[in-house]
């Protein structure tokens, strides 16, 4: 319970940071989000970035819209699904994502200098092990 006190204003404080970071990138949580998710996992669908994320598909629709406005990202047809186009970053996009994420670990390696790679893993596994204990629950109901 320790752990489920803590994660709630962590990612909060995060989400809130990365807001009041937006104006200098342009982009908003959601849209970071997408980016972020396909620079770690290649092109993907709406409704496959949607399960990652444990959000709404519709949420992550209105994000991508956002992030193809920008020229961030695009579409690509879909071999395996014709109704269900891949996404894909654009040149402009994986740079901005990469910058961001860039900016964004120097500022943990500074606010967290004493945590090792052994720290950072139990940490991940610890985390993985209590979202395991709910993914029976249903985010889009």
Not at 25 to 39: C, F, H, P, T, Y
Not at 41 to 48: C, E, I, L, S
Request: a neutral charge; proline letters at 6%.
């Amino acid at each position: 319970m320790e752990v489920f006190a803590l994660v709630g204003p962590l990612y909060r404080r995060v989400q809130r940071k990365i807001e009041q970071d937006a104006s200098r990138q342009g982009l908003s949580v959601g849209v970071r989000a997408v980016l972020d998710l396909l620079r770690a996992h290649g092109p993907m669908t709406v409704p496959q970035m949607g399960r990652a994320q444990s959000i709404s598909r519709q949420f992550v629709q209105r994000m991508v819209n956002d992030a193809v406005s920008a020229g961030l990202v695009e579409t690509a047809p879909n071999p395996a699904h014709a109704r269900s186009p891949l996404i894909r970053l654009t040149d402009t996009g994986r740079t901005a994502i990469e910058t961001t994420v860039t900016r964004e670990h120097a500022l943990l390696r500074e606010a967290a200098p004493d945590l090792t790679p052994a720290d950072v893993d139990t940490c991940v596994h610890v985390l993985s092990r209590m979202l395991t204990l709910f993914d029976d629950v249903d985010v889009n109901g």
